[in-house]
């Protein structure tokens, strides 16, 4: 079951679950049909409905090099040492990505990059929904969006690489399986503002040297995290060092079970410029 959170055209956003009705796939609510799917990979509707954040999480949390490639190109980018040591340690790398959502936006909105970083790329990870008792209780795409050159100058500048405006982006649905243990396969592909592709890859969570209940029960050890909120669960999928996000660019983050997680890339002081401060 995949659920989502759509606006039909009447600013009201509405909770429903993606359905099949007469051979079509649709959103239904409680009300009925609301909507029709008119691209099943990406799970876009019909206008006018649109897809909006499929969950508002109290809290965003990320873990840190839970892939060999993601230990690899932070390792490179930094000349140190301390990426290989946490990918082998018992325990993992977890840092606060947002609160209240005041940073992460859903699918179809702008994700963005820093005008003080030449190296910002997009990290492509499946993100845990925590239930009431902190259990996993669903999945989603999530795009944890990074400044490269501000992590590789000093780790200790993770939290400005990693936390400004509109940094991440969650959707398109919430996946919710009665029994989970297949792992999934993440596909990104970047385009430019003309529409040629400029990267695309792809992995799968079976390559993860953690599994997602570690993760989340080193998460909420002696942390009071909210239930709702959502763990990005690391990245194995890494751009060439040569490769920047740029304004125009487009990210498309695709796992089948979920759709398409698709944001236009433009710069963090434009979104301050449209919102005003977080």
């Known amino acids: ?23 079509r796939l649709c959103v ?11 691209d099943e990979r990406s799970l876009t509707l019909e206008a006018p409905a649109t897809l909006v954040r499929p969950i508002d999480p109290p ?17 490179e980018e930094s000349g140190s040492d301390v990426y290989a040591l946490v990918y082998d340690a018992d325990r993992p790398e977890l840092f606060l990505k947002d609160a209240q959502c005041r940073r992460t936006v859903g699918p ?5 990059i820093r005008f003080d970083s030449a190296w910002n790329v997009p990290e492509p990870e499946i993100g845990v ?26 780790p200790l500048y993770l939290p400005q690489a990693k936390v400004f405006a509109a940094a991440c982006a969650l959707g398109p649905a919430v996946y919710v399986p009665q029994d989970r243990e297949a792992p999934f396969s993440i596909e990104m592909t970047i385009r430019d503002e003309h529409g040629a592709v400029v990267f695309e890859g792809s992995t799968s969570t ?70 005003g401060p977080a």
Do not use: K
Request: with cysteine; charged share 25%.
């Open 59 to 75: 809290e965003v949390w990320c873990a840190g090099v839970t892939y060999e490639r993601s230990r690899d190109a932070r390792t």
């Open 28 to 38: 239904e609510s409680p009300q009925g049909t609301q909507a029709f799917v008119a």
């Open 206 to 275: 079976a390559r993860m040297r953690r599994n997602f209940p570690d993760l989340v029960s080193w998460l909420v050890r002696d942390n009071p995290v909210p239930p709702g909120s959502v763990l990005l669960t690391g990245t194995g999928l890494v751009p060439p060092d040569d490769f920047t996000l740029l304004p125009g660019h487009v990210v498309e983050i695709h796992v089948p079970e979920i759709g398409t997680l698709t944001n236009p890339v433009i710069r963090a002081a434009d979104v301050l410029e449209r919102t």
């Open 129 to 154: 929904v925590l239930g009431d008792d902190l259990s996993i209780v669903g999945y989603t795409i999530g795009n944890d969006v990074s400044s490269r050159d501000i992590e590789g100058a000093n």
């Open 108 to 112: 179809g909105e702008p994700v963005a």
């Open 1 to 23: 079951m995949r659920r989502v959170r759509f606006d039909t055209g009447d600013g009201l956003i509405r909770n429903g679950v993606v359905s099949s009705h007469e051979g």
